[in-house]
T-cell receptor, first 111, second 111 residues
């Protein structure tokens, strides 16, 4: 049974810092992995999608990597800003159907 | 492009009642998935609809049922509501096997 874990559960950093959020999974047979951002009480905003055959994806200040052999993905945020404060969720699918989510990392960037 | 839309935004129901939530997928998408997100948790997969059929189901009781219409929009029905059904219900649409896009969610409160 696939399990997804995100560490740390919460993170508080000063503005301008570079930071790394971690996502680990127990079964390497994945189809794709997607990182989302969620603001309090809101829906999910897709940040980056990594297909199984890819190692990383980049969008602006965000970079996500995928290492299936070690069961890990990381989301790197460069030069963090107060507007980056949110909960970050990773989710993966082992086929074309359901996503399995981690419990998220709550990020607070202090001005 | 309107993206994924959900209605209503908020809903308050009494234990034992029935509720229907609605979702319109992103233009061009043919697959709709429903998730339940309890406070402080990651979303949990309820089921997915494709070509008006339930394609996969998560670990939810039969009180949860759904429907997909020919225009790809979808409904989630929950019967005999329990206090534990209080959550944010998220709808996601995709083109089969590709990136999922989430709606803003419906906040259901059961009293």
């Amino acid at each position: 049974k696939q399990e997804v874990t995100q560490i740390p559960a919460a993170l508080s950093v000063p503005e301008g810092e570079n930071l790394v959020l971690n996502c680990s999974f127990t079964d390497s047979a994945i189809y794709n992995l997607q990182w989302f951002r969620q603001d309090p009480g809101k829906g999910l905003t897709s940040l980056l999608l990594i297909q199984s055959s890819q190692r990383e994806q980049t969008s602006g200040r965000l970079n996500a990597s995928l290492d299936k052999s070690s069961g890990r993905s990381t989301l790197y945020i460069a030069a963090s800003q107060p507007g980056d404060s949110a909960t970050y969720l990773c989710a993966l699918s082992s086929g074309t159907y359901k996503y399995i989510f981690g419990t998220g990392t709550r990020l607070k960037v202090l001005a | 492009d309107a993206g994924v839309t959900q209605s209503p935004t908020h809903l308050i129901k009494t234990r034992g009642q029935q509720v229907t939530l609605r979702c319109s997928p992103k233009s061009g998408h043919d697959t709709v998935s429903w998730y339940q997100q309890a406070l402080g948790q990651g979303p949990q997969f309820i089921f997915q609809y494709y070509e008006e059929e339930e394609r996969q189901r998560g670990n939810f009781p039969d009180r949860f049922s759904g429907h997909q219409f020919p225009n790809y929009s979808s409904e989630l029905n929950v019967n005999a509501l329990l206090l534990g059904d209080s959550a944010l219900y998220l709808c996601a649409s995709s083109l089969t096997g590709r990136e999922q896009y989430f709606g803003p969610g419906t906040r259901l409160t059961v009293t």
